[in-house]
């Protein structure tokens, strides 16, 4: 068996960068001053200025300390280790690799667990990486291109070949997909990601202006539903997202379960007479 890769490239595109220059760099993408977060890691505005001028070279300790502050994600704290001179220290395996079957049992439980209603894991980019078998009612009639492997959830959602024609608040629902994935550009400055926000957003419904009313009720106070149309009527579901507590893996991280509940007691009988079908 191969050993775990361990990652250390950018998503930035500053792998080439100094360790000062891209801690500076992400502070400014996390709009804070320099004494912001000199105070939230508890060092001095000066020291935190002669490392990012290149001036004092941080410790392997003080990499991962001021990562933490920012927030920056498992995969480019390791571009941020290279970058100081040290090894990158979070590992990314693949999900069929046996050192995180632990993980690939979680993920199994939960999606089977939530049967009859419908769930999905997706990875950083919105590819399925497995789903339960509550979803593939939900995406009949869908064009066959976009469920070739590998399946990006997104484009599956609001493609007007895909499942957007039978969404019944369009628009209401591609707002929400596209507010999920504008804050996760502003999280993990992924230049991919960037690039679906732009393919996504100029997808638009056949026949509609992509500015349908939004439906008002109890509901939406709350939560935005996904309103799907299917051959025992509409369901009306609300979606919730898990993640993995802690992971020391940078695949497992980057993961998320994507469960959707149903809203109302016909949506519940509706869901079971499906999964009796199928």
Same mark, same amino acid.
């Given at each position: 068996?191969?050993?775990?890769?361990?990652?250390?490239?950018?998503?930035?595109?500053?792998?080439?960068?100094?360790?000062?220059?891209?801690?500076?760099?992400?502070?400014?993408?996390?709009?804070?001053?320099?004494?912001?977060?000199?105070?939230?890691?508890? @060092?001095?505005? %000066?020291?935190?200025? +002669?490392? $990012?001028?290149?001036?004092? =070279?941080? &410790? #392997?300790?003080?990499?991962?300390?001021?990562?933490?502050?920012?927030?920056?994600?498992?995969?480019?704290?390791?571009?941020?280790?290279?970058?100081?001179?040290?090894?990158?220290?979070?590992?990314?395996?693949?999900?069929?690799?046996?050192?995180?079957?632990?993980?690939?049992?979680?993920?199994?439980?939960?999606?089977?667990?939530?049967?009859?209603?419908?769930?999905?894991?997706?990875?950083?980019?919105?590819?399925?990486?497995?789903?339960?078998?509550?979803?593939?009612?939900?995406?009949?009639?869908?064009?066959?291109?976009?469920?070739?492997?590998?399946?990006?959830?997104?484009?599956?959602?609001?493609?007007?070949?895909? @499942?957007?024609? %039978?969404?019944?608040? +369009?628009? $209401?629902?591609?707002?929400? =997909?596209? &507010? #999920?994935?504008?804050?996760?550009?502003?999280?993990?400055?992924?230049?991919?990601?960037?690039?679906?926000?732009?393919?996504?957003?100029?997808?638009?419904?056949?026949?509609?202006?992509?500015?349908?009313?939004?439906?008002?009720?109890?509901?939406?106070?709350?939560?935005?539903?996904?309103?799907?149309?299917?051959?025992?009527?509409?369901?009306?579901?609300?979606?919730?997202?898990?993640?993995?507590?802690?992971?020391?893996?940078?695949?497992?991280?980057?993961?998320?379960?994507?469960?959707?509940?149903?809203?109302?007691?016909?949506?519940?009988?509706?869901?079971?007479?499906?999964?009796?079908?199928?």
């Amino acid at each position: 068996m191969t050993a775990p890769s361990l990652v250390a490239s950018s998503e930035m595109g500053c792998e080439r960068r100094s360790i000062g220059d891209q801690l500076r760099r992400w502070r400014q993408h996390r709009r804070l001053s320099q004494l912001d977060l000199a105070c939230a890691a508890d @060092i001095s505005a %000066r020291h935190l200025s +002669f490392v $990012e001028t290149g001036r004092s =070279l941080p &410790s #392997r300790e003080m990499i991962l300390h001021l990562a933490d502050q920012l927030e920056v994600p498992f995969r480019e704290r390791n571009v941020l280790l290279t970058a100081g001179g040290f090894a990158p220290v979070f590992m990314e395996r693949s999900l069929n690799d046996p050192a995180i079957k632990a993980g690939q049992q979680a993920m199994s439980l939960v999606l089977s667990g939530h049967e009859p209603y419908p769930a999905l894991a997706i990875d950083r980019h919105w590819t399925m990486v497995a789903s339960n078998r509550a979803i593939a009612p939900l995406v009949v009639g869908v064009d066959p291109t976009l469920l070739v492997p590998p399946v990006n959830v997104l484009r599956l959602g609001l493609h007007p070949h895909g @499942i957007a024609p %039978r969404i019944a608040n +369009f628009a $209401e629902w591609r707002h929400h =997909l596209l &507010s #999920r994935l504008r804050h996760q550009i502003n999280v993990t400055g992924d230049h991919l990601l960037a690039e679906l926000m732009k393919e996504v957003s100029s997808y638009q419904l056949p026949g509609t202006t992509g500015n349908t009313p939004a439906i008002a009720d109890e509901l939406t106070s709350v939560a935005v539903p996904l309103r799907l149309m299917t051959e025992t009527g509409i369901l009306n579901l609300i979606s919730t997202t898990t993640l993995f507590g802690m992971p020391q893996d940078i695949t497992l991280a980057e993961i998320a379960i994507e469960s959707f509940f149903p809203a109302d007691a016909r949506t519940v009988e509706a869901l079971n007479r499906l999964a009796q079908k199928s």
